[in-house]
């Protein structure tokens, strides 16, 4: 990060940044971590830009399109999901990856749940 000659960190945009503290797990820290790594910025400047993208605002529900049948969002949630699986840095056959695996197939499986009770049927 640059410093003026002061030596404190420069500002970004026109924006002041107060410090602030996050609660996080280990696995969320290092996810933003490698994140904001392969995109060459902070772990802050990775959750500002993510706000940023969603207009400050965040979406409510699960983020899966009612408009499609559930198999479809199942389908997309389990590439994403393996995309996830693929950043971990640890064997496949690890039991932490196998959790993982497991947690992540019954969050599919509620969310894809979920919006099946929800959709309105025609």
């Not at 039991?95 to 929800?118: D, F, G, P, V």
Request: proline share 4%; glycine share 6%.
């Amino acid at each position: 990060m640059k410093r003026d000659i002061q030596g404190k960190f420069t500002l970004k945009n026109d924006d002041y940044r107060q410090v602030r503290t996050l609660r996080l797990t280990d696995a969320t820290w290092i996810a933003l971590g490698m994140a904001a790594e392969r995109l060459g910025i902070t772990r802050a400047d990775l959750l500002e830009q993510v706000v940023r993208e969603n207009n400050l605002t965040f979406p409510v529900g699960t983020g899966l399109n009612p408009s499609v049948p559930p198999s479809q969002n199942a389908e997309q949630l389990t590439v994403l999901a393996e995309q996830v699986l693929g950043e971990l840095k640890i064997g496949k056959q690890a039991s932490s990856y196998k959790s993982a695996q497991k947690a992540l197939r019954r969050l599919i499986e509620l969310a894809t749940t979920t919006m099946t009770a929800t959709t309105p049927s025609e």
